[in-house]
């Protein structure tokens, strides 16, 4: 886990070496009115101008940054300086909010690592474990759906490090319960509190590098999403492993969320206060933070493209991520601890595909964002089709011979479906952090919006988040039937079906994109 990290740290420091220092008075401009409408906080005064006034921002910014540099200031970043000087750079956001997004994982895995020990120790139905995973994707949809309405309220601090507080107790309570009932209620809320944290550092780090760069850098950063995976999948299973038990393991994790809320409460700090210039710019931004209204959103070209595309795949990965562990118990015939274990394969080549969608976007493609996602996400469903064929004959060997082993010692067909699973895990998490990140920030620059504090950005994201979510609820509560009804096999074909939809359905925004550039191609 800590060369995933060091890594991860070392390419965002390339990227970021690799920009060309820009002038002093051109650094503010450039990245002036991409920022976040709801972050008041943490935008600085520069960014809470629009494009209109762009010129008359330039010559303050560069007054303000030659007398600075005059000083011996250090360069600001436009995105908000962290607490401390040092923590300016935007290097330094990134590797914060990267592991910090790593915690938040802890509050979603637990369940399914523990899946098979609630079946053995409280005879729960698999259909009552259903019934959580969708309690907490309701409440998780029901805030991204309501972000620009809890930003217009609460500022990007309070709703992030509350986020991390307030779900890492839910995730805590979850311990104390007995019931479904129970699970669901305390479940929800750790859902419905960890909302808004993916689509507001998203936009942060969105915003923290220029254009050219954004694909390979969020794709990079998306990776904190499956890096998550992996260390809550491993962290519960050696909970497991250690004899504390299924509590054991929503109190160990509920404790590691609940902790990052001061850390990223200092971190999103600004680090010094406002002048009244800003002041009243920050009360004019925060004033559009309720930004334009649900149906506007999905007017907009490419918004529902992307939305309902990003639907199936997110509806895909949660599927695999909430029930691998029990595929590989029951289907693979691992034990609890180690299927936990071996699942958490799925999230490392997730890790790997991330990273490669990002450089394949800015390299090979020039930015096409939407272009990369449609194609991956057409290739991850052959996989699942590859994967599926896999599965059922596996099965069907390990009917015939239920004590049967490998060579190794490890079950019938665990080799296969192992590399099956991490070669779905790496195609999937293209489309996954494109249209789930910084799709959403493109589609506004593609329509002309989004540039001036007028809430497109955060509205945007959390309507295609938001959506997404919704698919995820519903499937939640058919996969326990789908399983029973197809059969595990039959469940991965299925899904493979999706994410050739999701393929189909990403065309309007890929079309949009491509018109995009070819108006910026001719007017160069």
Same mark, same amino acid.
């Given at each position: 886990?800590?060369?995933?990290?060091?890594?991860?740290?070392?390419?965002?420091?390339?990227?970021?070496?690799?920009?060309?220092?820009?002038?002093?008075?051109?650094?503010?401009?450039?990245?002036?009115?991409?920022?976040?409408?709801?972050?008041?906080?943490?935008?600085?005064?520069?960014?809470?101008?629009?494009?209109?006034?762009?010129?008359?921002?330039?010559?303050?910014?560069?007054?303000?940054?030659?007398?600075?540099?005059?000083?011996?200031?250090?360069?600001?970043?436009?995105?908000?300086?962290?607490?401390?000087?040092?923590?300016?750079?935007?290097?330094?956001?990134?590797?914060?909010?990267?592991?910090?997004?790593?915690?938040?994982?802890?509050?979603?895995?637990?369940?399914?690592?523990?899946?098979?020990?609630?079946?053995?120790?409280?005879?729960?139905?698999?259909?009552?474990?259903?019934?959580?995973?969708?309690?907490?994707?309701?409440?998780?949809?029901?805030?991204?759906?309501?972000?620009?309405?809890?930003?217009?309220?609460?500022?990007?601090?309070?709703?992030?490090?509350?986020?991390?507080?307030?779900?890492?107790?839910?995730?805590?309570?979850?311990?104390?319960?007995?019931?479904?009932?129970?699970?669901?209620?305390?479940?929800?809320?750790?859902?419905?509190?960890?909302?808004?944290?993916?689509?507001?550092?998203?936009?942060?780090?969105?915003?923290?590098?220029?254009?050219?760069?954004?694909?390979?850098?969020?794709?990079?950063?998306?990776?904190?999403? +499956? #890096? &998550?995976?992996? @260390? %809550?999948?491993? /962290?519960?299973?050696?909970? $497991?492993?250690?004899?504390? =038990?299924?509590? *054991?393991?929503?109190?160990?994790?509920?404790?590691?969320?609940?902790?990052?809320?001061?850390?990223?409460?200092?971190?999103?700090?600004?680090?010094?206060?406002?002048?009244?210039?800003?002041?009243?710019?920050?009360?004019?931004?925060?004033?559009?933070?309720?930004?334009?209204?649900?149906?506007?959103?999905?007017?907009?070209?490419?918004?529902?493209?992307?939305?309902?595309?990003?639907?199936?795949?997110?509806?895909?990965?949660?599927?695999?991520?909430?029930?691998?562990?029990?595929?590989?118990?029951? +289907? #693979? &015939?691992?034990? @609890? %601890?180690?299927? /936990?274990?071996?699942?958490? $394969?799925?999230?490392?080549? =997730?890790?790997? *595909?991330?990273?490669?969608?990002?450089?394949?976007?800015?390299?090979?493609?020039?930015?096409?964002?939407?272009?990369?996602?449609?194609?991956?996400?057409?290739?991850?469903?052959?996989?699942?089709?590859?994967?599926?064929?896999?599965?059922?004959?596996?099965?069907?060997?390990?009917?015939?011979?239920?004590?049967?082993?490998?060579?190794?010692?490890?079950?019938?067909?665990?080799?296969?479906?192992?590399?099956?699973?991490?070669?779905?895990?790496?195609?999937?998490?293209?489309?996954?952090?494109?249209?789930?990140?910084?799709?959403?920030?493109?589609?506004?620059?593609?329509?002309?919006?989004?540039?001036?504090?007028? =809430?497109?950005?955060?509205?945007?994201?959390?309507?295609?988040?938001?959506?997404?979510?919704?698919?995820?609820?519903?499937?939640?509560?058919?996969?326990?039937?789908?399983?029973?009804?197809?059969?595990?096999?039959?469940?991965?074909?299925?899904?493979?079906?999706?994410?050739?939809?999701?393929?189909?359905?990403?065309?309007?925004?890929?079309?949009?994109?491509?018109?995009?550039?070819?108006?910026?191609?001719?007017?160069?």
């Amino acid at each position: 886990m800590l060369r995933v990290l060091v890594l991860v740290f070392l390419l965002a420091s390339r990227s970021d070496a690799a920009l060309p220092s820009p002038p002093a008075h051109g650094l503010a401009a450039q990245r002036t009115g991409r920022g976040l409408a709801v972050i008041d906080g943490v935008l600085d005064e520069g960014r809470a101008c629009n494009r209109v006034g762009e010129r008359v921002c330039e010559r303050k910014s560069k007054s303000r940054r030659l007398s600075k540099r005059a000083d011996g200031g250090a360069r600001v970043s436009s995105i908000g300086a962290l607490k401390g000087g040092a923590a300016r750079s935007p290097r330094l956001l990134f590797l914060v909010t990267y592991v910090g997004y790593i915690a938040i994982y802890f509050a979603r895995k637990p369940l399914s690592v523990v899946k098979p020990v609630l079946e053995e120790e409280l005879g729960l139905r698999r259909e009552s474990l259903g019934l959580v995973d969708t309690a907490l994707m309701a409440a998780y949809s029901a805030g991204q759906l309501l972000l620009p309405k809890l930003g217009a309220v609460l500022t990007p601090r309070q709703l992030v490090a509350g986020g991390f507080l307030v779900s890492g107790l839910g995730t805590a309570l979850v311990a104390l319960c007995a019931t479904p009932l129970g699970m669901s209620a305390a479940s929800a809320l750790a859902g419905f509190a960890a909302a808004p944290v993916n689509p507001l550092l998203v936009l942060a780090i969105s915003d923290a590098f220029p254009a050219p760069q954004r694909a390979s850098i969020v794709g990079l950063w998306q990776t904190s999403a +499956q #890096v &998550g995976g992996i @260390a %809550a999948n491993n /962290g519960a299973s050696l909970v $497991l492993a250690r004899g504390l =038990g299924w509590r *054991g393991v929503f109190a160990c994790s509920g404790l590691i969320v609940g902790l990052f809320a001061p850390v990223m409460l200092a971190a999103l700090k600004p680090a010094a206060p406002s002048s009244p210039a800003t002041t009243g710019g920050a009360t004019e931004a925060k004033s559009k933070a309720a930004g334009p209204g649900s149906l506007e959103v999905l007017r907009l070209p490419g918004v529902l493209s992307a939305a309902l595309s990003y639907a199936l795949v997110k509806c895909a990965r949660y599927t695999l991520m909430n029930w691998l562990p029990l595929f590989f118990r029951s +289907q #693979v &015939g691992l034990r @609890a %601890a180690q299927a /936990g274990s071996v699942a958490s $394969l799925f999230d490392l080549g =997730g890790v790997l *595909g991330g990273v490669s969608a990002g450089m394949v976007t800015d390299t090979l493609l020039g930015g096409r964002m939407c272009a990369t996602s449609a194609l991956m996400a057409a290739l991850c469903s052959l996989c699942f089709g590859a994967w599926a064929l896999i599965a059922s004959a596996a099965s069907k060997a390990a009917s015939k011979a239920a004590a049967g082993a490998t060579a190794g010692g490890a079950p019938v067909g665990v080799a296969l479906n192992v590399a099956a699973c991490a070669l779905t895990g790496l195609f999937i998490a293209g489309p996954d952090g494109i249209l789930g990140g910084a799709a959403s920030k493109n589609i506004c620059e593609y329509n002309g919006v989004g540039v001036s504090g007028d =809430g497109w950005g955060p509205a945007v994201a959390g309507m295609v988040n938001g959506l997404a979510s919704v698919s995820v609820i519903l499937m939640s509560a058919l996969t326990s039937k789908l399983v029973g009804l197809l059969g595990w096999p039959g469940l991965l074909l299925l899904l493979g079906g999706m994410l050739a939809a999701a393929a189909a359905l990403a065309v309007p925004a890929v079309n949009l994109e491509r018109a995009h550039f070819a108006a910026k191609k001719k007017s160069e």
